[in-house]
């Protein structure tokens, strides 16, 4: 490495360290990065899976640091890819510590041992860290979509922000807004909780709904999620549709307020999950979630359509928390994305269990286009719904 793109690089380590990490696909409730300590220190020691003749490098936080969790279901999910579509690659699993010598190094080494596809990094610091630094090396599918840092050639971004989810669902409240009142321009409500996810989230859907020519409402934070509180924060002129950035507690308190003639849409966040519990003659049953029928939610295949051909093909782990299967689900599509990329790196199209994915976009700007499944309460059960 040449003495200027080492200073170059040290530079860019000053740069990053108060970057938010937001994490692909948990919940992204984190408001700071971990310090130096809470980051942890990667291990020398790596795993290997598989003995294909094609190389792939699993890029992820160190084992001891705040993003173990993460990590472990990320691994998870791309070990059950790897288990099922895998045979002709070999897997390196690599513990990285967010510094851009150390992963410059690393790429260089990856590079003269014949890797064809790196996956990850997960964190946004890191992310940014390798993006700064030029083309990488190695052809990278990164699993973060840093919003002010565009990626460079022999990269793309693969995520689940929140942001996507939310225009996504300002599309389709849209598009039925629109044919139920032609006459006018469809107003929107938009209620958010006080979290940093909940602003984005917010934020996503009131410009996308603007963008489309409708009108909404500034977002007002709900706060304590009562039926009080959301019949004094809601708008009082009459609204077609209400967009909740915040959890299931605060749709069902708005939903409430509103009554069934105004629709309520969010993201993943009012999905309250699906708990089993065991039923009188011992088969397993699911607990219901009382006061949301009739809300709408866009979410992944693999938690609201269990019976899709690409989710019944990949282990469900039980007992892994529901913000925790998002990662796993990310793993999964990872390595299958990467397998079509490496063969193809302009085009990718896949029916994966995060959602419909296609690639969108070219060098810096070339990033995975994720569209969700739109699913309705009904019964106190999540339904997918066919998109028209």
Request: glycine residues 10%; hydrophobic residues 45%.
């Amino acid at each position: 490495m040449s003495p200027a793109r080492r200073h170059a690089l040290r530079a860019l380590l000053a740069a990053v360290p108060g970057a938010v990490p937001a994490l692909s696909a948990l919940a992204q409730t984190d408001t700071s990065a971990p310090d130096a300590e809470g980051r942890g220190t990667a291990s020398a020691e790596r795993q290997v899976v598989g003995n294909g003749p094609i190389g792939f490098a699993l890029l992820v936080p160190p084992a001891n640091g705040a993003f173990r969790r993460a990590a472990q279901a990320l691994i998870a999910g791309v070990r059950a890819a790897h288990a099922r579509d895998g045979g002709s690659v070999s897997l390196e699993i690599i513990e990285i510590d967010e510094d851009p010598i150390t992963l410059l190094a690393l790429y260089d080494e990856l590079r003269s041992r014949g890797f064809s596809l790196v996956i990850g990094p997960l964190t946004r610091d890191a992310v940014v860290m390798v993006a700064q630094a030029g083309a990488p090396a190695v052809f990278t599918l990164a699993l973060n979509q840093p919003d002010d840092v565009a990626l460079p050639p022999n990269m793309i971004g693969f995520g689940l922000p929140i942001e996507a989810d939310a225009r996504q669902v300002a599309s389709i409240a849209w598009e039925e807004a629109t044919v139920a009142n032609a006459s006018r321009r469809p107003r929107a409500a938009v209620v958010q909780d006080t979290t940093r996810l909940g602003r984005r989230s917010a934020a996503a859907f009131s410009a996308r709904w603007r963008e489309l020519g409708g009108d909404v409402f500034d977002p007002v934070d709900i706060g304590t999620p009562t039926l009080a509180r959301a019949r004094a924060v809601l708008p009082r002129q009459s609204v077609d549709v209400c967009f909740v950035a915040a959890g299931p507690d605060a749709a069902r308190a708005v939903h409430i307020a509103l009554g069934p003639d105004v629709p309520v849409y969010g993201t993943s966040t009012l999905n309250a999950g699906t708990l089993q519990i065991p039923g009188a003659d011992g088969s397993a049953g699911q607990l219901r979630t009382s006061g949301l029928d009739g809300v709408r939610l866009v979410d992944m295949p693999w938690r609201v359509q269990p019976d899709n051909a690409a989710v019944m093909a990949y282990p469900k782990p039980a007992d892994m928390h529901p913000e925790l299967q998002k990662l796993y689900a990310l793993g999964i599509d990872a390595f299958r994305l990467g397998r079509q990329l490496i063969v193809e790196r302009t085009q990718a199209d896949l029916d994966g269990v995060t959602g419909r994915l296609r690639l969108s976009g070219r060098g810096g700007q070339a990033t995975i286009e994720r569209s969700g499944v739109l699913a309705e309460y009904r019964e106190g059960l999540l339904v997918p719904l066919a998109l028209q």
